[in-house]
């Protein structure tokens, strides 16, 4: 991967839109699991308080968008992590994790819904959690680097081209 001065409009815009997307089904997934249930029965889909096919199409998207992103990283570079040493390797392994879960997350939910696999329910739940954990820690440091270290490390996800 080629190294470039900052992140393009492209690339900071699916960031965000991709995290939004993330936390929103994060948050609407209470009940899918009788969804699956009644799905997988052939029976009436019981009162969720959400609809199963948001949350399903929500997350078919997060994975067309995080395939895009990754092509974009990949074709058009990206900043190097911040910092050097530790924090560094640090910041690509953390960056690695974040694009595995962001991929994963969405296919075993795929697997499970479209597939009828009820095994890999549990698993994207787990990693549903585990990706929460992961991209939370990720903000957690952005905001370190914004107002402890003062770097401006956070501009390159606000402003296109910023390092």
Same mark, same amino acid.
């Given at each position: 991967?080629?190294? &470039?001065?900052?992140?393009? #409009?492209?690339?900071?815009?699916?960031?965000?839109? /991709?995290?939004?997307? /993330?936390? $929103?089904?994060?948050?609407?997934?209470? #009940?899918?699991?009788? *969804?699956?249930?009644? &799905?997988? @029965?052939?029976?009436?889909?019981?009162?969720?308080?959400?609809?199963?096919? /948001?949350? =399903?199409?929500?997350?078919?998207?997060?994975?067309?968008?995080? *395939?895009?992103?990754?092509?974009? &990283?990949?074709? #058009?570079?990206?900043?190097?992590? #911040?910092?050097?040493?530790?924090?560094?390797?640090?910041?690509?392994?953390? !960056?690695?994790?974040?694009? %595995?879960?962001? $991929?994963? =997350?969405?296919?075993?939910?795929?697997?499970?819904? $479209?597939?009828?696999? @009820?095994?890999?329910?549990?698993? !994207? %739940? +787990?990693? %549903?959690?585990?990706?929460? +954990?992961?991209?939370?820690? !990720? %903000?957690?440091?952005? /905001?370190? !680097?914004?107002? =402890?270290? &003062?770097?401006?490390?956070? *501009?390159?996800?606000?402003?296109?081209?910023?390092?």
């Amino acid at each position: 991967m080629k190294l &470039r001065q900052g992140y393009s #409009g492209a690339q900071i815009s699916l960031h965000w839109i /991709i995290a939004v997307l /993330i936390l $929103f089904n994060y948050i609407y997934s209470d #009940g899918m699991g009788r *969804a699956l249930d009644a &799905r997988l @029965e052939n029976t009436p889909l019981p009162q969720l308080g959400i609809n199963p096919a /948001i949350h =399903v199409w929500v997350g078919v998207a997060v994975l067309l968008l995080c *395939a895009l992103r990754l092509g974009l &990283r990949l074709g #058009g570079g990206a900043p190097a992590p #911040g910092g050097s040493g530790l924090m560094q390797s640090a910041a690509a392994w953390g !960056h690695r994790l974040l694009y %595995a879960l962001m $991929f994963l =997350v969405p296919l075993a939910g795929a697997i499970t819904w $479209f597939g009828g696999v @009820e095994a890999t329910g549990d698993l !994207h %739940a +787990v990693l %549903a959690n585990a990706l929460l +954990v992961v991209a939370g820690g !990720h %903000a957690l440091v952005a /905001i370190y !680097h914004q107002f =402890v270290i &003062r770097d401006g490390l956070l *501009a390159r996800m606000t402003r296109p081209g910023s390092m």
